[in-house]
Structure formats: structure tokens, C-alpha cells
């Protein structure tokens, strides 16, 4: 009788341990390091450690000694350590002059008069001076013992349209693409499209017809970003992005990013199901779309957009505060593992609540590609 129990006890332990095994990788999106310790930083990546973040995309801005010290911190606390660094999207700056800026329809530079925001400054990527930029800054960044890997952001140009959630905060109906927010019109985009391919786009009325245009600016993004690549892995790291759904539902048609051409390690879309007017439903249709368009088993991180306030998300106008409740977080984690995600990536922690949190632990533990 002993012997009995004792081995259902065992049998009971094993099958136990072996759930708690398993769990969804799982990435965050955090800013820093502003004013905080290196104890106050220890504090704070363990707890993510301990409630089951393997790993953080972080950003700091581009001073390499930042992610010096943060990095060796969060390798301490047991996490992977990803720089997150705007790449097209950048301010002022003494290294990069007017002209390598992008230009819209209507030959207006970004630097000058940025859409929607004004932090809107978007580098064009026809210009080798742009990728002599980012080449310099990625570079020394990933040089750094303490980083894995370098994770882009804004890889793209202005959003010729913006997702529908986002029409009534900026009083705009994006029906179609208005030259105003359509990049880019550089001399060098114009002249170097018209000797590819024989069309002056200047005098093409509606621009957004024409395929080669649009395949001219896919092209322009993919080339920076498998230029970037090589140039991170020459220094032994990795690199991934932060891309719109898709690619082809979304990211193509606003962003211009046909990301399944892209020698990227890794893709983390941001499949923020409100700014589309969607639901968690819609987050598994877009992470198989995307394992589909690659079609080489390259790892996507679904991006989840959490809601900071569940309980004022109705009576909120601005999707920034909108998001996945507590109510919609299993789901969506849940549709996103069953399609081909190899994990998932929050937007943000900080966001969090004990709700969302609460039931994070459970979803993250249950393994998905079984029945
Ligand atoms: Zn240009």
C-alpha cells in the first residue's frame, strides 16, 4: 500500500513538474533606464524574471555605455538583452544632414514638417550616408559584450496610411494615399526610380497605382535591412524588428515594409488588435499570416498591446490607452501560440496590472501544440 501511494505521488510530482516545465517564450518592450539605480534595475528585472520574461527589448537612446551597464544587469537577472533602437525615425542630429531626410508628395522634407507628430523625422533609405549612420550606431552598440541583439524599430516610412483606430484621434479619413503622407519624393528617389524603370513619377497623377513604385520603396527598406543584418552578424549578434501585422494584410499597405523578404534572425509584429478595430481573434489570424509569408521557420514574437486602465478602456478616445484587458490577454496569447508563434511580446510590462498579470501566468504555462 505504501509502496502504491508513493508511486502516485510520483506519478502525480512528474506529471506536475512537467507542466510546470513548459512555458511560451516571452519577450517585453521597456524604456530606461531615466533615473533608476543599478539596485532599483536589478529589482525590476527580476521580478519580470521571476513572472516569466525571458528576455527585453530595450531602449535607451544611442549612447552604448547605457546598454553597457543596463545589459549587464538584466544578464545578471538571467534575461536576453536586446537593444531597441529607432532606426528611420530620428531627430535632429549633428550627424546627419537636411538632405538625407525623406520628402513627401508634395516636397515637403520630414525634418521640416513632419507628419501627424512632430517627432515624425524620417530618414529616406536611398542615401548611403543614412546607412553610414546606422551602420556607425548599431555597430557600437553591437560591439558590446552585454548585448544579444540589436532590435529595430520604425524600419519603414511614415505611415502612408494610419490604422484605422488611430483616424478619428488625427481627424483624418485615409480612404486612400494622400501625397502629404506618401515618401518618399527625394531628387535621388525620383531620379533613380526614373532610370530603373523609365517612369517620371512626378507626373504620374496618382502614384499610388503604380506597382513599381510601391515594389521601388519595398525594395529601398529591405535593402537597408539586410545591409544592417550583415553587418550585425559580422559582429557575432543577433537582429530582429519590430514590424506592422502582416506583411501583407497591413504592414505592406501603410508602412511599406514587406518584412517576409528580410534576413532578420527574428520578427516581432505588433499585432495590436485595437488599433485596427479588432478583436484577440484577430491576433491569430495575423501571427499565421506572418509564419506563412516567411515560410522558413524564422520565430515570430506576437506583439500584444496591453491595456494600462481595463476598467476606463471604453470610455477612453485615445487607442494609445486602449489595449488587451485582463479578459482578452488568455485569448490572445492563446490564438497566438496555436498559429505558429514561437512566443509572445509585451507592450509593456509597465502596463500591466495584477489582473493581466494573473492571468499571464496561467496562459504562458499551458502548451499550446498539444490537443
Ligand atoms: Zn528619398
Known amino acids: 500500500m505504501n509502496k502504491l501511494l508513493a508511486l502516485i505521488a510520483m506519478v502525480l510530482m512528474f506529471s506536475c513538474t512537467s507542466q510546470l516545465e513548459y512555458k511560451v517564450p516571452v519577450y517585453a518592450w521597456l524604456s530606461g533606464p ?3 539605480t543599478d539596485i532599483e534595475l536589478q529589482k525590476q528585472f ?5 513572472k516569466g520574461i525571458d ?3 530595450y531602449s535607451a537612446g544611442h549612447n552604448p ?7 549587464k544587469i538584466a544578464k545578471e537577472a538571467g534575461l536576453e538583452f536586446h537593444t531597441w533602437v529607432p532606426t528611420m525615425l530620428q531627430g535632429e542630429n549633428p550627424k546627419l544632414k537636411q538632405e538625407l ?4 508628395g508634395l516636397g515637403e522634407s520630414s525634418l521640416d514638417k513632419p507628419p501627424y507628430v512632430g517627432y515624425y523625422k524620417f530618414l529616406c533609405p536611398n542615401y548611403e550616408g543614412v546607412y553610414d549612420f546606422l551602420a556607425e550606431m548599431y555597430g557600437e552598440i553591437a560591439a558590446i559584450p552585454e548585448v544579444d541583439g540589436i532590435h529595430l524599430d520604425y524600419i519603414r516610412f511614415p505611415d502612408v496610411i494610419l490604422a484605422p483606430g488611430l483616424w478619428d484621434k488625427y481627424d483624418l479619413v485615409m480612404d486612400r494615399e494622400y501625397p502629404q503622407f506618401d ?7 525620383v531620379s533613380d526610380f526614373k532610370a530603373q524603370t523609365g517612369i517620371d513619377i512626378k507626373e504620374v497623377e496618382d502614384p499610388s497605382q503604380v506597382e513599381e513604385w510601391k515594389q521601388f520603396r519595398y525594395d529601398l527598406i529591405t535593402n537597408m535591412v539586410n545591409r544592417l543584418t550583415e553587418m550585425v552578424h559580422s559582429k557575432g549578434k543577433v537582429i530582429n524588428a519590430a514590424v506592422f501585422p502582416g506583411p501583407n494584410s497591413v504592414a505592406k499597405k501603410i508602412v511599406r515594409q514587406e518584412w517576409d523578404n528580410w534576413d532578420l534572425d527574428a520578427f516581432y509584429p505588433m499585432n495590436y488588435n485595437d488599433f485596427y478595430l479588432e478583436g484577440p481573434a484577430w491576433v491569430g489570424e495575423v501571427c499565421k499570416e506572418a509564419v506563412s509569408a516567411l515560410g522558413n521557420g524564422k520565430p515570430v514574437y506576437s506583439g500584444l498591446f496591453i491595456c494600462p486602465n481595463p476598467e476606463k478602456k471604453s470610455g477612453e478616445a485615445d487607442p494609445e490607452n486602449h489595449g488587451l484587458v485582463p479578459e482578452e490577454l488568455e485569448e490572445a496569447i492563446r490564438v497566438s501560440m496555436e498559429n505558429g508563434a514561437a512566443g509572445i511580446c509585451l507592450f509593456t510590462p509597465g502596463r500591466m496590472t495584477d489582473a493581466h498579470w494573473e492571468v499571464f501566468e ?7 501544440s498539444k490537443d
Open 101 to 104: 531626410y525623406a520628402v513627401n
Open 362 to 368: 496561467k496562459a504562458i504555462r499551458v502548451d499550446y
Open 55 to 57: 528576455g527585453l527589448m
Open 34 to 36: 531615466k533615473d533608476a
Open 65 to 71: 555605455e547605457t546598454y553597457k551597464r543596463v545589459g
Open 183 to 189: 515618401y518618399c519624393y527625394c531628387d535621388k528617389c
Open 46 to 50: 527580476s521580478d519580470f524574471k521571476e
